[in-house]
């Protein structure tokens, strides 16, 4: 665990019961012309001597590190990290620069390096993850402020993106073609996924107990047709974000985000 997030789990504990809001982060205090700031350059080094347990804790949660990213590629909800934490130890040892072209992730290994494309914009960078977090469990990827910016989402606080892994041993492909205007992605919280269609439908009919409207969207994954129960498509990440914790109020313990 990082002193990142060692440091926001005290916060958290000692503001808990009383009222109070911790310190929220921030851009830097004058304009940054990212666009003269390079991506990373992927580079094959060894795991960093910190931040590659198999697994470790925050808040209660148990996270599993990835022995072997190769061929990860995931889409997901992106944030950022900006002043509260420049200078401050990453999870891999480097000290945090909101000015390089850095993220964090929960199971990447320390370090890797990814391609970040913006699914609403098309825009993408290369980033080296070298800290763990975000532990909001609706985020995919925590962007340096650099890099946030660069791609378009600092401004609003998050973006839907997608994260590919890079292999640091050949060179970086181009970036991928994001067909957002044509097809703009769509925003989901899915509550299961069932071989046995019975088995989707009465999930679907309890959530309609409680009002909601769900989808139940069949896909073929491999040999397995899998039928989705889900909710959406959803206006924003805020709307998602509200809805995920009502959802946990009402006792609907497995949910995710869904970006397609």
Not at 93 to 111: K, N, Q, V
Not at 137 to 143: A, P
Not at 171 to 183: D, E, I, Q, S, W
Request: glycine letters at 8%; proline letters at 8%; a positive charge.
């Amino acid at each position: 665990m990082s002193f990142r997030s060692a440091r926001v789990g005290v916060i958290a504990l000692l503001l808990g019961g009383c009222g109070s809001l911790p310190i929220k982060d921030s851009a830097p205090p004058r304009a940054v012309d990212v666009s003269t700031i390079p991506d990373a350059v992927p580079r094959a080094e060894p795991l960093s001597k910190y931040g590659n347990n198999p697994s470790y804790q925050v808040n209660g949660a148990t996270y599993q590190v990835l022995a072997d990213a190769t061929g990860y590629n995931e889409r997901g909800i992106a944030s950022w990290y900006g002043s509260k934490f420049h200078g401050q130890r990453t999870s891999s040892g480097e000290p945090y620069d909101m000015y390089a072209m850095t993220a964090a992730h929960r199971s990447l290994p320390l370090p890797s390096y990814a391609r970040v494309t913006n699914l609403q914009n098309g825009r993408s960078v290369v980033v080296k993850i070298n800290d763990r977090g975000p532990f909001h469990e609706n985020r995919l990827i925590d962007l340096s402020y650099a890099a946030a910016t660069k791609l378009d989402i600092s401004a609003n606080g998050t973006g839907m993106v997608e994260v590919r892994v890079l292999d640091a041993r050949a060179p970086a492909p181009p970036p991928a073609t994001v067909a957002h205007a044509a097809a703009p992605p769509q925003l989901y919280v899915q509550l299961g996924a069932f071989a046995q269609p019975e088995n989707a439908q009465h999930l679907a009919d309890q959530l309609k107990s409680h009002g909601f409207q769900p989808l139940i969207q069949s896909a073929q994954l491999g040999a397995e047709l899998l039928h989705r129960v889900r909710l959406g498509p959803l206006p924003s990440v805020d709307f998602a974000d509200a809805l995920v914790q009502k959802l946990l109020r009402l006792g609907f313990s497995q949910r995710s985000v869904v970006i397609e």
